[in-house]
């Protein structure tokens, strides 16, 4: 059963809010084929009252963007969906106990979110767990397993604005930041679900470019330096590359590995997957941060029987702006500084 790692991230581009980049893990079964059997999961799936559920792009199953500033967006099929992959690897569901399921999703970065106040409610237990057999997940897992592939892994990083400009720090740059993210998190997955079986075929990576970035090869041979690497392709669309490691101790060899970035990769399905679990996440964050924000300007503002409400925001450039405008004096009554909360870069 050959092993595949699909990457992908949501918040590259706005400046308020988390970085969630996202890895899943998938084995194919055998005589499967991977274009196949990955078919199965972008096939529609009727779900009362949801309508029809695929794994595909995240920004296709979201209404978003400039909606949410009007509290208009909507991340329902996201999170079913999210759910859904959750109880396919026995993991601590998002709509249960959220807080678990960032302990399991990202246990590197839970402790740091907790000490920026609008993710401060995490600290502690958020929710019940849920038991298993609801209807839309056991709709979803039915159809999914049908194919001949199945998710065994799901990993993240979650990084909040402060710690993403202290990353970027000692960071070229963003683009730099999320490249190497995306690597030791998808070299982590494999590390994780890899056997000896492996070795003696291909894994296979795919990510979603980083950008406009076309040339990988110095990165990836920085993050697997024992590794002879091999430049398939670097063209227009996608980028492709050969990681043939070494025989290690008493024998044992590492996998070959096949990276592929590609231009519109989130939208096979085990990248599109990796998305969906990123954006979810992403947007849930943010509520917990408008909802911070909304609770403080009221308190603030109570005594104002025509005080102004507060329009929650999804972060990118022009409404980020807005925001920041609304609540300068507000967050100066708190004592939050700028590096804390809105990205350098």
């Known amino acids: 059963m050959s092993l595949l790692i699909a990457t992908d991230e949501a918040g590259y581009g706005p400046r308020l809010g988390p970085?969630?980049?996202?890895?899943?893990?998938?084995?194919?079964?055998?005589?499967?084929?991977?274009?196949?059997?990955?078919?199965?999961?972008?096939?529609?799936?009727?779900?009362?009252?949801l309508g029809?559920?695929?794994?595909?792009?995240?920004?296709?199953?979201?209404?978003?963007?400039?909606?949410?500033?009007?509290?208009?967006?909507?991340?329902?099929?996201?999170?079913?969906?999210?759910?859904?992959?959750?109880?396919?690897?026995?993991?601590?569901?998002?709509?249960?106990?959220?807080?678990?399921?960032?302990?399991?999703?990202?246990?590197?970065?839970?402790?740091?979110?907790?000490?920026?106040?609008?993710?401060?409610?995490?600290?502690?237990?958020?929710?019940?767990?849920?038991?298993?057999?609801?209807?839309?997940?056991?709709?979803?897992?039915?159809?999914?397993?049908?194919?001949?592939?199945?998710?065994?892994?799901i990993a993240a990083r979650v990084i909040d604005a402060a710690r993403f400009n202290?990353?970027?720090?000692?960071?070229?740059?963003?683009?730099?930041?999320?490249?190497?993210?995306t690597c030791e998190l998808a070299l982590r997955l494999l590390q994780r679900h890899a056997t000896q079986e492996d070795a003696a075929g291909e894994v296979q990576i795919f990510s979603d470019r980083h950008g406009g970035r076309a040339r990988y090869a110095g990165l990836l041979q920085h993050?697997?330096?024992?590794?002879?690497?091999?430049?398939?392709?670097?063209?227009?669309?996608?980028?492709?590359?050969?990681?043939?490691?070494?025989?290690?101790?008493?024998?044992?060899?590492?996998?070959?590995?096949?990276?592929?970035?590609?231009?519109?990769?989130?939208?096979y399905p085990p990248v599109a997957m990796s998305s969906i679990i990123a954006k979810s996440t992403r947007e849930r964050l943010m509520r917990y941060f408008n909802d911070f924000f909304a609770a403080a300007w009221n308190r603030k503002t109570n005594p104002n029987p025509n005080r102004v409400q507060l329009k929650p925001t999804a972060g990118y450039a022009v409404d980020a702006d807005r925001f920041l405008a609304q609540t300068a004096a507000l967050r100066r009554q708190l004592s939050i500084p700028d590096e804390r909360l809105i990205r350098a870069k």
């Open 19 to 49: 970085l969630v980049i996202a890895a899943t893990a998938w084995r194919l079964k055998p005589d499967a084929d991977w274009e196949d059997a990955a078919r199965r999961l972008s096939e529609p799936v009727e779900i009362p009252p």
């Open 52 to 153: 029809k559920l695929c794994v595909d792009d995240s920004k296709k199953l979201y209404r978003g963007g400039s909606a949410i500033a009007q509290g208009g967006g909507s991340t329902a099929r996201l999170d079913a969906i999210a759910a859904a992959a959750a109880a396919w690897i026995g993991a601590p569901r998002p709509d249960g106990d959220y807080r678990a399921w960032l302990c399991q999703l990202a246990p590197d970065d839970l402790e740091g979110l907790t000490r920026q106040p609008w993710f401060a409610p995490l600290a502690v237990s958020q929710g019940a767990e849920v038991a298993s057999g609801d209807a839309f997940v056991d709709s979803l897992l039915n159809h999914w397993n049908g194919g001949g592939v199945r998710l065994v892994g």
């Open 166 to 181: 202290r990353l970027l720090e000692s960071k070229a740059n963003k683009a730099d930041l999320l490249s190497n993210l």
């Open 223 to 267: 993050h697997c330096p024992e590794s002879l690497l091999r430049v398939i392709a670097e063209g227009p669309r996608l980028s492709e590359y050969l990681l043939m490691a070494p025989v290690g101790e008493a024998g044992l060899s590492q996998p070959t590995l096949r990276w592929r970035f590609t231009v519109g990769g989130d939208s």
